[in-house]
């Protein structure tokens, strides 16, 4: 009986120790790092990043949500769905990429364009949206920059939301025309944290979205306003992230589930298993 549960922890542990390495190898896929080689930059014309399109030439963004993780290629697929499970350079991948709604133009000249991402913990893809869910949060971070057709755009960040999946009053890339003061209108109905920057139905917007961490089908979307003004990053030396403990609060729960409940698992067989093993020598002593 003891060297079989003996021989479960030890399975437990090695499945444990899998577990984390794989969800670990995850996460460093995801990671901004991975391709940062790729950045377009005045320094080098953008040639990293056209090596980066001669991979996957459904590559043709790059989206920079500054003070944040949020710093990765934008591709677009003949639907929804490929760059869920596909990352920037085309392979299968659970993190998969950031990615513009199909039905939007590659050049942001539609009203509203959507951009998706997965939320992930650790920093990566599009986690740390989560920054915005405090309104300090929020109120700190204002910009970003949207590389497209060969040079930067700024975006001004006005409204925070958290709307329901299939909430299609949102979810409507490329709104008419005759419709945009009223689309308008509702997300800021909608939106938790709004600031006034003078938006109007002439502007162009980009909506981030991601899964919401409090609701099975919510969805936290950050909007911004596309500028021909391109913005200094004000967070550009620090590093925000610098010597931070592990975020094992985060809502995303990965590791907690694959590998904390093995752990878990094993504690208690442990118990078992000493309390087994005394047992036994208490009994071999009395007789």
Same mark, same amino acid.
């Given at each position: 009986?003891?060297?079989?549960?003996?021989?479960?922890?030890?399975?437990?542990?090695?499945?444990?120790?899998?577990?984390?390495?794989?969800?670990?190898?995850?996460?460093?896929?995801?990671?901004?790092?991975?391709? *940062?080689?790729?950045?377009?930059?005045?320094?080098?014309?953008?040639?990293?990043?056209?090596?980066?399109?001669?991979?996957? #030439?459904?590559?043709?963004?790059?989206?920079?949500?500054?003070?944040?993780?949020?710093?990765?290629?934008?591709?677009?697929?003949?639907?929804?769905?490929?760059?869920?499970?596909?990352?920037?350079?085309?392979?299968?991948?659970?993190?998969?990429?950031?990615?513009?709604?199909?039905?939007?133009?590659?050049?942001?000249?539609?009203?509203?364009?959507?951009?998706?991402?997965?939320?992930? *913990?650790?920093?990566?893809?599009?986690?740390?949206?989560?920054?915005?869910?405090?309104?300090?949060?929020?109120?700190?971070?204002?910009?970003?920059?949207?590389?497209?057709?060969?040079?930067?755009?700024?975006?001004?960040?006005?409204?925070?939301?958290?709307?329901?999946?299939?909430?299609?009053?949102?979810?409507?890339?490329?709104?008419?025309?005759?419709?945009?003061?009223?689309?308008?209108?509702?997300?800021?109905?909608?939106?938790?944290?709004?600031?006034?920057?003078?938006?109007?139905?002439?502007?162009?917007?980009?909506?981030?979205?991601?899964?919401?961490?409090?609701?099975?089908?919510?969805?936290?979307?950050?909007?911004?306003?596309?500028?021909?003004?391109?913005?200094?990053?004000?967070?550009?030396?620090?590093?925000?992230?610098?010597?931070?403990? #592990?975020?094992?609060?985060?809502?995303?729960?990965?590791?907690?589930?694959?590998?904390?409940? #093995?752990?878990?698992?094993?504690?208690?067989?442990?118990?078992?298993?000493?309390?087994?093993?005394?047992?036994?020598?208490?009994?071999?002593?009395?007789?």
């Amino acid at each position: 009986m003891d060297f079989a549960l003996l021989t479960i922890i030890l399975l437990l542990l090695a499945f444990a120790g899998y577990a984390l390495w794989d969800s670990n190898q995850i996460y460093e896929a995801a990671d901004k790092s991975h391709y *940062e080689t790729y950045k377009p930059s005045v320094l080098d014309e953008g040639k990293s990043f056209k090596e980066l399109q001669d991979i996957n #030439p459904e590559v043709f963004a790059w989206l920079n949500v500054y003070g944040t993780n949020i710093d990765y290629p934008v591709t677009q697929g003949e639907n929804n769905m490929k760059y869920v499970n596909t990352n920037a350079e085309g392979q299968y991948s659970l993190s998969g990429a950031i990615f513009l709604d199909y039905r939007n133009s590659k050049d942001f000249s539609d009203f509203n364009s959507i951009i998706y991402g997965h939320h992930m *913990e650790k920093h990566t893809m599009f986690g740390d949206l989560d920054i915005f869910l405090e309104k300090e949060g929020f109120d700190s971070h204002r910009y970003g920059n949207l590389y497209f057709d060969g040079k930067d755009h700024g975006i001004e960040f006005f409204a925070f939301l958290i709307v329901d999946a299939y909430d299609y009053t949102v979810f409507r890339p490329n709104v008419g025309d005759h419709e945009r003061q009223a689309y308008l209108e509702g997300l800021l109905e909608k939106s938790v944290y709004f600031r006034d920057i003078g938006i109007s139905a002439t502007d162009r917007l980009v909506m981030l979205s991601t899964c919401s961490v409090d609701a099975t089908n919510g969805r936290d979307i950050l909007v911004g306003r596309i500028t021909d003004e391109v913005f200094v990053d004000s967070f550009a030396e620090i590093d925000v992230y610098d010597d931070e403990e #592990p975020d094992w609060n985060n809502h995303d729960g990965l590791v907690k589930e694959i590998f904390l409940l #093995p752990m878990l698992l094993i504690l208690v067989l442990a118990v078992r298993l000493t309390t087994s093993i005394r047992s036994n020598y208490l009994n071999r002593k009395r007789k």
